[in-house]
C-alpha cells in the first residue's frame, strides 16, 4: 500500500504531469498533441508522460484511427485531484469557510467545469441554495439526497432524476471546491445539471479552457429559478 501510494505521488509531483491532469479535468477526452501543448513538453515527453499515467491507472487511453485520445480513468481521479487541489491553492479565505470577495467574472474561480459538472463560485452557490430550499439534504459527508420537491425541480427544468437504488451512491455527490473551499454539486446529478444548463445556452465556455460564463439569459434564469446574482 506504502508503495501505490508513494508511486501515485510521484505521478503527480511532476509538473508536466500535473498539467495534463489539471487539462483533463474538464471531462474531455484530448489528443497526445494537444496535452504536448498543454504542459509545454516535446510530443515525445509528452508521451511518456501519458504512458507512465496510463500505467498508474489514473488516465485511460482510446484509439481513434492514427490518433489516441486520453481521458481521466474515473470520477475518483477526478475527486483526488480536487482534494489535492483544496491543500495546495493559495489561500482566498480569511476564516475557515468564509470567502474573502467574489472571483472576478470569467475566472476560474468565478464558474468552471470540474470533469462534467459546475464547479466555481457560481457551482457553490447553487449547491447551497438547493440546499436551503429543500430540493436537496445532507445525506452524509460524501452525498447529497435529493427531496420530493428538488425532484419536481430538476424535472420541471429538464433534468431526470434516476430513482432506482443502483444509481443512488453517485447521484447527488458533494464536492469539495478548492477555491472556495465549500461543496459544490458533483455526481450524475451535476454532470446532468451542467449539461442542461448548456444546452440551454445559460452556460459557454470560454475558448480552451476550464472557465465558462454565464450568458445574459443565464442570469436571468438562475435569478428566476434559484435567486442567485451570478454576474
Known amino acids: 500500500m506504502n508503495d501505490k ?10 509538473p508536466g504531469r500535473a498539467a495534463i491532469l489539471l487539462r483533463l479535468m474538464s471531462g474531455l477526452a484530448l489528443p497526445a498533441g494537444e496535452l504536448a501543448v498543454t504542459a509545454n513538453v516535446a510530443p515525445q515527453t509528452a508521451s511518456e508522460h501519458l504512458a507512465k499515467l496510463v500505467d498508474g491507472r489514473l488516465l485511460n487511453v482510446e484509439r481513434q484511427g492514427r490518433h489516441r485520445y486520453y481521458r481521466l480513468a474515473s470520477a475518483q481521479v477526478a ?14 479565505v480569511s476564516d475557515v469557510g468564509t470567502v474573502s470577495s467574489r472571483p472576478q467574472v470569467g475566472s476560474l474561480g468565478h464558474a468552471r467545469t470540474c470533469y462534467g459538472h459546475l464547479a466555481g ?4 452557490q447553487i449547491a447551497k441554495k438547493l440546499e436551503e430550499r429543500g430540493m436537496i439534504k445532507l445525506d452524509n459527508a460524501k452525498s447529497y439526497s435529493v427531496t420530493v420537491s428538488g425532484r419536481e425541480w430538476f424535472e420541471a427544468i429538464g433534468v431526470g432524476v434516476p430513482s432506482s437504488a443502483a444509481t443512488q451512491k453517485r447521484l447527488a455527490v458533494r464536492c469539495l471546491d478548492w477555491t472556495e473551499r465549500r461543496h459544490h454539486l458533483a455526481g450524475t446529478l451535476g454532470c446532468a445539471l451542467f449539461k442542461r444548463f448548456r444546452e440551454l445556452r445559460w452556460l459557454i465556455p470560454i475558448g480552451d479552457t476550464r472557465v465558462v460564463r454565464v450568458t445574459l439569459e443565464g442570469r436571468t434564469q438562475v435569478w428566476r429559478l434559484l435567486g442567485i446574482a451570478v454576474g
Open 79 to 92: 475527486d483526488a485531484i480536487e482534494a489535492l487541489l483544496v491543500l495546495t491553492a493559495r489561500s482566498s
Open 121 to 124: 463560485w457560481v457551482g457553490v
Open 5 to 14: 501510494l508513494s508511486s501515485t505521488a510521484n505521478l503527480l509531483g511532476d
